[in-house]
């Protein structure tokens, strides 16, 4: 409680400063407006329907390019572990593709699939897949030997070993690998959606900026954001610390 009575506080001070600098020096509201200007077009754009249609775009773009992102990353990282060509080979080059932001993938995209849904999505599954990959291939990779062999003198082996051990003893990285998925995907949508065509937060956005409405990108900027710390805060940072608890790697409070 304490923790987000100083957020709140901090977020008030920071969007008084915000108007009051505004107000008191003129600038003018298409270079910056102020943080009123900005809550109006966002009252505005729920008024008539436009934000929520964007967000529903949005989301359904995000839903199907990280389920796809979470299958690849999740088969990707176990053939990893288990490979050791597979991980010296093709596993430094995934390690390599972490470093390329997804933006830089854009008009690879345009001229493979153009200006449409699929380019989106497939900045989203490039966005998130990678990390995805690396943390599942982590999370086999440490699985403890004890476990492995204490799993094979009881007669484990093959798949029955990999699904009743080696893979339940990884999830503690699959949480963290799909909380970090989230966040990619997140990212690499808004980027894809910017050289999109049709609706989304992302192509509002840069309509937006086309014809100087700075109060309208302030408030999508300000959706984006939010929506990425509450996602993040209420939904996987809480089953993170959850996993991480019923595996014994972080201490029970009282």
């Known amino acids: 409680m304490r923790l987000a009575i100083k957020r709140i506080v901090f977020f008030i001070v920071l969007f008084g400063i915000w108007e009051l600098v505004v107000r008191l020096f003129n600038i003018p509201k298409v270079l910056m407006p102020a943080p009123t200007d900005v809550v109006l077009s966002l009252q505005e754009s729920l008024a008539d329907g436009s934000l929520l249609h964007d967000l529903r775009v949005s989301f359904t773009r995000l839903l199907i390019g990280l389920v796809i992102a979470l299958i690849i990353g999740v088969l990707l990282g176990v053939f990893l572990a288990k490979s050791k060509t597979a991980d010296e080979t093709l596993g430094a080059f995934i390690l390599a593709l972490q470093s390329i932001p997804s933006i830089v993938w854009l008009p690879l995209a345009i001229m493979w699939f153009g200006l449409n849904e699929k380019s989106v999505i497939f900045i989203v599954v490039l966005g998130a897949t ?90 999508i900027m300000v959706v984006i954001g939010v929506i990425g710390v509450t996602v993040d805060l209420i939904v996987f940072q809480r089953i993170e610390k959850r996993v991480m608890t019923k595996w014994g790697l972080v201490e029970r409070n009282g």
Do not use: C, H
């Open 130 to 219: 990678i990390v995805m990959t690396i943390n599942m291939r982590i999370g086999i990779k440490n699985v403890s030997p004890l476990y492995i062999k204490a799993a094979q003198t009881m007669g484990s082996n093959g798949l029955d070993l990999f699904f009743r051990v080696a893979f339940p003893a990884s999830i503690p990285y699959v949480v963290t690998g799909v909380r970090l998925a989230w966040a990619f995907a997140w990212r690499a949508l808004m980027a894809g959606e910017l050289l999109s065509t049709g609706p989304g937060l992302g192509y509002t956005l840069k309509f937006a900026s086309d014809f100087g409405r700075m109060d309208i990108v302030l408030g």
